[in-house]
């Protein structure tokens, strides 16, 4: 079975630093999709990026850029120039490719002090 | 484009009393998810759709929870009898086709069970 691991409960960074969220996981699957999500309390997951497994380039958005790490199975989010809006739960996500299946990690909160 | 729809947003019952959530998905979306997030956790998948049949709902307590997605567009989420551990947050989710990887989220209806 698939499996999500974060294991930072809870992260923190100054206003206009960079922060990285780290996430594993575990699959014997070879196409996938990952994702980091945004929760900010209003409870709404929020696509902030998407991995898809057989690309090897990193993907960025914008100030938020990926670490994908295949052999490893490693999957951090980087948020470069942080803003306050960047508060909220941070979850790293699993989709596998032939189910559909959505997997997610127990969530990282990012506080943000100006 | 019109979002992930759901209703209600709020509802407090009382344990034992039975209460049914609504989703309306993005138009053409053929995929459709309910999650149950526990305050503190990740979303846990309780039911996939596809149309509308049913794709996985090994994590769905069936004695008590059950699902529908009529005509393979609305979904209804029921619970009965609730209980104190089911205060939780219902997120649906809908995606266009396993093909197209992003997954839409709708705003979750807050369940809180006295």
């Known amino acids: 079975a698939q499996t999500v691991t974060q294991s930072q409960p809870e992260m923190s960074v100054q206003e206009a630093e960079t922060v990285t969220l780290s996430c594993t996981y575990d699959?014997?699957?070879?196409?996938?999709?990952l994702f980091w999500y945004k929760q900010p309390p209003s409870r709404q997951m929020i696509l902030v990026i998407r991995q898809e497994a057989y690309k090897q380039q990193n993907a960025t958005e914008n100030r938020f850029s990926v670490n994908f790490q295949k052999a490893a199975k490693a999957f951090s989010i980087k948020i470069s120039d942080s803003q306050l809006g960047d508060a909220a739960m941070y979850f790293c996500?699993?989709?596998?490719?032939?189910?559909?299946?959505?997997?997610f990690g127990t969530g990282t909160r990012l506080q943000v002090f100006p | 484009e019109a979002g992930v729809a759901q209703s209600p947003r709020y509802k407090i019952i009382e344990k034992r009393q039975s209460v049914a959530f609504w989703c309306n998905p993005i138009?053409?979306?053929?995929?459709l998810y309910w999650y149950q997030q526990i305050l503190g956790q990740g979303p846990k998948l309780l039911i996939q759709?596809?149309?509308?049949?049913?794709?996985?709902d090994s994590q769905l307590p069936k004695e008590r929870f059950s699902a529908e997605r009529l005509k393979g567009v609305d979904s209804t989420l029921k619970i009965q009898p609730a209980k104190l551990e089911d205060s939780a947050v219902y997120l649906c989710?809908?995606?266009?086709?396993?093909?197209?990887?992003?997954?839409?989220f709708g705003e979750g209806s807050w369940l809180t069970v006295v």
């Open positions: 996500a699993y989709r596998n490719y032939n189910t559909d299946k959505l997997i």
């Open positions: 759709f596809q149309n509308n049949g049913v794709v996985d």
């Open positions: 699959t014997s699957e070879s196409d996938y999709y």
């Open positions: 138009s053409g979306h053929a995929t």
């Open positions: 989710a809908s995606s266009l086709r396993a093909a197209i990887p992003t997954i839409y």
